[in-house]
């Protein structure tokens, strides 16, 4: 069975404070890894996709990469919009069409 | 381009009521896929349909039937609520074939008393 692990649950940063948020899984066949942001009362929002160990996405301040165990989401120099729960998503090769998501890091950014 | 909509936003309805969620996406997308997220469990795969005419059970189907009424429009239906079902429901599309990412829709929040 697919798994995703995010980690952590919950994040509080000052403006500025650069992190990482965590997102570990364990498929059978991993045909992609997706990020996804979600604000209160919204649907996700897309963010990056990852296919194979090494790669890595940048936008804004937000770069993902991927391993062949686990994908990081950092964020450079956060800012308060930067605020928001951060999903991550594997699809596996077996699965076809669907997507395993992690429980979410919530992250806030405080001025 | 609209993207995924959902109808209605809000909806509270008593236990053994029925209601039909619907989902409409505007991007020519094969794929359609029904969710629920609830605290601490994430988004949970309800239904989803690879292509028009077809559909299949995801992680947490009982209680809940659908139709992939044309290529633009996928309905989430609860026969008999319960307040299990109480969750925020979202529908997503895909177009199949190609980055295989799914595109989420605002989401419907539905509380059964």
């Known amino acids: 069975e697919d798994q995703v692990t995010q980690s952590p649950e919950a994040l509080r940063l000052q403006e500025g404070e650069s992190s990482s948020l965590n997102c570990s899984y364990t498929v059978s066949g991993l045909r992609g890894l997706f990020w996804y942001r979600q604000d209160p009362g919204k649907g996700p929002e897309f963010l990056f996709t990852?296919?194979?160990a090494g790669e890595e996405k940048e936008k804004e301040r937000l770069k993902a990469t991927l391993t062949k165990k686990e994908s990081f989401l950092h964020i450079t120099a956060p800012k308060p919009e930067d605020s928001a729960t951060y999903l991550c998503?594997?699809?596996?090769?077996?699965?076809?069409?669907?997507?395993?998501f992690g429980g979410g890091t919530r992250v806030l950014v405080k001025p | 381009n609209a993207g995924v909509t959902q109808t209605p936003k809000f909806q509270v309805l008593k236990t053994g009521q029925s209601m039909t969620l619907q989902c409409a996406q505007d991007?020519?997308?094969?794929?359609m896929y029904w969710y629920r997220q609830d605290p601490g469990m994430g988004l949970r795969l309800i239904y989803y349909?690879?292509?028009?005419?077809?559909?299949d059970k995801g992680e947490v189907p009982n209680g809940y039937n659908v139709s992939r009424l044309n290529k633009r429009e996928f309905s989430l239906r609860l026969e008999s609520a319960a307040p299990s079902q109480t969750s925020v429901y979202f529908c997503?599309?895909?177009?199949?074939?190609?980055?295989?990412?799914?595109?989420f829709g605002p989401g419907t929040r539905l509380t059964v008393l």
């Open positions: 997503a599309s895909r177009l199949q074939g190609g980055t295989d990412t799914q595109y």
């Open positions: 991007m020519n997308h094969n794929s």
């Open positions: 990852l296919y194979s």
């Open positions: 998503a594997v699809q596996a090769g077996a699965a076809g069409n669907k997507l395993t």
């Open positions: 349909s690879a292509s028009e005419g077809t559909t």
